[in-house]
């Protein structure tokens, strides 16, 4: 923000120095044989000759006036427009970059209470990471799973997140096991939110002595298009669970009189008809994002609807944001804040390269920029919705700190070698670290509340 300041205030100065040299300097520079009296008399004419623009005249006065004139409109012109810009910068609503939407937590190592955005920060070379092994959790998805798929590097699996102003308290799963106790976690969204799924519940059973209590209530196994899961920790009396729902809205089949290419509808006044399981959780995450594209819904046949109308020719960046509004709608009507702990995570940077985005090559370390990866036009409209509400929600802005990892992705270590993936994420890795800042955030909000309720 400071940035911007400066840039406004550098053009507003470069404004008036433009229209103090045309209205003044230029003559007294030109005219140092003059009088003062005649000076003042061409200040006076010059600045009466604003807005002159007519090049018909006779004379070096009447050039001077039409020249005057065109450069005082156009440095206001100018003036303007960066005055809409910034403020189009600097609006929360209109902005094409949302900032500061990170949560904040107290830095532990220096004991005072200022806060900072845990999402603004860097990787750190880290070797008490990984937190598990994902050959050992019957819950890590074997296409996920990149050592056990034959990846020979490790130094991926070897980075923490630092934010730039505090640190992160290390993982303390007992002490995450204990906060759980009793409570119910439900996780809706696309393939990303599984992954996070599978991460959050391997991060748990490393710290859980008898490994035979946790299981899938229904012995489902993981898939891809599996709808739901549900592991239970029988010791902890915790459930985590995991619903599919990839635009949280509900899909249809295409309406009578449809056009041929509209093979499905998607209703984005009406939330997933699966929704009301999401109801009395403790904390419910959310995303959605991977499937508002053109290639996975125009090229599909999956076009809007809202009120039963068919809206062919409706963008999909228009399309996300009533949808959000729609989530946002059931959020503040369904949830009760005073139980639920409501997440949103944002988009998920992904890596893929070349002219049609469909190379994917994997690192072996994190790169030092983010090439632009950091922002992300549907994590901005996902951040505005959240932003506008009137119940808790808290954002998780992860754009910014996926955007350096094209390490993480699982490239070729997934279950189909051929197909490589530069959009998911190996396990241990990156979801990993998503999972231990909202542990963080929780039970540093428990603990304040504690503190609240012990004064």
């Not at 270590?413 to 955030?441: K, Q, R, T």
Request: net charge positive.
């Amino acid at each position: 923000m400071e940035f911007e300041y400066m840039f406004l205030g550098s053009l507003t100065l470069i404004y008036l120095a433009a229209l103090l040299y045309w209205v003044f300097l230029k003559d007294l520079i030109s005219g140092l044989n003059l009088s003062s009296n005649l000076h003042v008399k061409r200040f006076y004419t010059r600045v009466s000759s604003y807005g002159d623009v007519s090049l018909v005249g006779s004379g070096k006065n009447s050039i001077f006036r039409s020249v005057n004139g065109v450069i005082v409109i156009g440095s206001l012109f100018t003036f303007i427009l960066a005055i809409a810009g910034a403020y189009w910068l600097f609006s929360p609503d209109l902005g094409g970059n949302v900032r500061d939407q990170g949560f904040g937590i107290p830095g532990p190592n220096d004991g005072s209470n200022n806060e900072c955005n845990v999402f603004d920060g860097k990787w750190v070379h880290d070797e008490g990471y990984p937190l598990y092994n994902a050959s050992d959790c019957p819950f890590a998805e074997r296409g996920f799973n990149c050592l056990g798929n034959g990846r020979k590097d490790r130094e991926y699996l070897n980075w923490r997140w630092k934010p730039n102003k505090c640190d992160l308290p290390r993982f303390d799963v007992k002490a995450f096991l204990k906060y759980l106790r009793g409570k119910r976690v439900v996780f809706v969204g696309d393939s990303l939110t599984r992954t996070q799924w599978e991460s959050f519940v391997c991060m748990l059973m490393s710290g859980v002595d008898d490994k035979r209590f946790v299981y899938e209530v229904n012995q489902n196994e993981i898939t891809k298009n599996i709808r739901f899961l549900k592991v239970r920790f029988d010791s902890y009396d915790l459930t985590v669970e995991f619903y599919r729902s990839v635009f949280l809205v509900l899909p249809t089949p295409a309406p009578k009189k449809a056009p041929k290419r509209v093979k499905l509808a998607l209703k984005l006044d009406k939330m997933d008809n699966i929704n009301g399981e999401w109801v009395d959780s403790d904390i419910l995450i959310f995303n959605t994002g991977h499937w508002w594209t053109k290639t996975k819904l125009f090229e599909t046949g999956t076009y809007f609807q809202v009120s039963g109308s068919l809206k062919l020719g409706m963008p999909v960046t228009k399309a996300l944001t009533k949808a959000l509004e729609t989530w946002a709608s059931w959020v503040e009507s369904r949830i009760n804040p005073n139980k639920t702990h409501v997440f949103f995570r944002t988009f998920e940077a992904t890596h893929w390269s070349g002219r049609n985005r469909n190379t994917c090559k994997v690192s072996r370390r994190p790169m030092l920029t983010t090439q632009g990866r950091d922002k992300n036009s549907i994590s901005d409209t996902i951040l505005r919705a959240v932003k506008k509400m009137s119940v808790p929600v808290t954002a998780l802005h992860v754009t910014p700190m996926g955007a350096y990892r094209s390490d993480a992705h699982v490239g070729t270590w997934g279950d189909n070698p051929s197909v490589p993936d530069c959009s998911h994420w190996c396990l241990p890795g990156l979801p990993d670290m998503w999972n231990e800042i909202m542990f963080a955030y929780l039970l540093h909000k428990d603990q304040l509340s504690r503190n609240v309720t012990a004064n």
